[in-house]
């Protein structure tokens, strides 16, 4: 940890006890001006933290944080952890460093300055409120290996969150995670190789664990987090869990490949049976949907008959 992060941690620890806590007993506490303790202070809410300032009573921190221990994270993996409180992207980072890693090498930041989910669109990172989780793999047979991956991924992560006492979660082809109807959590799987000779794969998973008021107004679609269930999984054994569970499932993947997943995927499919839009980029089919097919892709009943969609810029919603 950067000795400016060990500050900012400090000043965190102090808000995070719930109440008004002033500037003065801040820079006491870290033997620092009253100004630098301001600075300090703004500069937090660039980080996605909803921090009031009231004068007369100084600083409360609105939302609690969920940080990861990270000596309990390394020493809960046979693989290396990388664990940050700030990173552009744990998805870049491993991608940056793909030839000195080894498959299931980790990296977990609490805030990504440039977060991104599916299609290019920003995933809003805000410090300590999610877990920001990417692992590192290696497909011999290359690309065409990784066809239905996403979905593997995603039969993952519910079965993890399930353990964990989340009710009412369900997957939207190909990667998305909802709870009661609204997305709680993603899945990006970036690839550099060859289609037909070994390629490296991150899997990027983002986690609504406690969202921030003010970064929620920013999202564009219905979103849930994990307050909602009766029990706040702890951030750290989540992470444990979901390590390992796709530790076992991407080796089951590499076996059997996705028919081991049809039953879990089918269980937990939001759509099934229902009335959808499938976007192409400016075209839309509309049907009812099936479920998928052996490689992954969307089954549609159209008024053309029946009909396969795979691969490329395809969006599902319902209709």
Not at 71 to 81: K, M
Not at 154 to 164: D, G, K, N, R, T
Not at 285 to 305: H, K, M
Request: charged letters at 20%.
């Amino acid at each position: 940890m950067t000795a400016q992060w060990q500050r900012k941690r400090a000043i965190l620890q102090t808000l995070s006890r719930g109440d008004f806590v002033s500037g003065e007993h801040i820079a006491e506490q870290l033997g620092v001006s009253r100004a630098a303790v301001g600075k300090q202070i703004t500069g937090l809410s660039d980080y996605g933290l909803d921090i009031a300032s009231v004068k007369g009573k100084g600083y409360k921190l609105y939302n609690p944080l969920f940080l990861i221990d990270d000596e309990r994270l390394v020493a809960g993996c046979a693989n290396r952890c990388f664990y940050f409180d700030e990173i552009d992207s744990t998805n870049a980072f491993l991608l940056n460093h793909a030839e000195e890693l080894q498959r299931g090498d980790i990296c977990i930041a609490e805030y990504q300055a440039a977060g991104r989910g599916r299609r290019g669109r920003k995933w809003h990172s805000p410090y300590g409120s999610h877990l920001y989780f990417s692992m590192h793999w290696h497909l011999q047979q290359g690309m065409a290996q990784a066809m239905g991956l996403s979905l593997v991924v995603a039969c993952s992560l519910v079965h993890v969150l399930q353990q964990f006492g989340a009710a009412g979660i369900g997957v939207k082809w190909p990667n998305d995670i909802y709870l009661d109807g609204r997305k709680l959590a993603g899945v990006l799987i970036e690839m550099n190789g060859a289609a037909d000779s070994g390629c490296n794969v991150v899997i990027g998973i983002g986690v609504n664990i406690a969202m921030p008021a003010p970064q929620g107004e920013l999202i564009d679609q219905p979103w849930s987090d994990l307050q909602q269930l009766e029990s706040m999984p702890d951030k750290t054994d989540l992470a444990l869990a979901l390590y390992q569970q796709l530790l076992d499932d991407l080796q089951l993947f590499e076996r059997d490949g996705l028919a081991a997943f049809q039953t879990r995927w089918n269980a937990a499919d939001i759509y099934q049976g229902q009335e959808v839009n499938l976007l192409l980029g400016e075209h839309v089919v509309s049907g009812r949907y099936l479920g998928i097919d052996e490689q992954g892709g969307v089954l549609l009943d159209t008024a053309n008959g029946q009909q396969q969609f795979v691969g490329g810029e395809i969006s599902l919603r319902k209709a």
